[in-house]
């Protein structure tokens, strides 16, 4: 049974830093290009960061520079380090994984596998 578990959100005000993890099981980990999105109230659901089994990574526009995602293949977790935060970035973050392995970010019905999401909000 696939099981993909987020924990690190929280309150912070803007500048502050949070760091995301996904503790995943059930599937091969390694095999699988990971990536996080957020949705804020009333808006859809938009990828933020990706990771692919080679290590290439991708990010949105908004978050570049403020944002790094990683993988620890040993202990099938993904990681968020957020950093500079803003009041646009409160939202619920969300882990997922898919077998496709591009190093961008791919439509959400790529992914097969996600994680119940983690609120992050920021207050200016």
């Known amino acids: 049974q696939v099981q993909m578990v987020e924990s690190g959100g929280g309150s912070v005000q803007s500048g502050g830093s949070l760091r995301l993890s996904c503790a995943t099981s059930?599937?091969?980990?390694?095999?699988?290009?990971m990536a996080w999105f957020r949705q804020a109230p009333g808006k859809e659901r938009e990828g933020v960061a990706v990771?692919?089994?080679?290590?290439?990574?991708s990010y949105a526009d908004s978050v570049k520079g403020r944002f790094t995602i990683s993988r620890d293949n040993a202990k099938n977790t993904l990681y968020l380090q957020m950093n500079s935060l803003k009041p646009e970035d409160t939202a619920m973050y969300y882990c997922?994984?898919?077998?496709?392995?591009?190093?961008?970010?791919?439509?959400?019905?790529?992914?097969?596998?996600w994680g119940q999401g983690t609120q992050v909000t920021v207050s200016s």
């Open positions: 997922a994984a898919s077998p496709r392995s591009t190093g961008f970010t791919l439509p959400t019905a790529a992914y097969p596998y």
């Open positions: 059930g599937y091969r980990f390694s095999n699988y290009q």
């Open positions: 990771i692919d089994i080679f290590g290439r990574v």
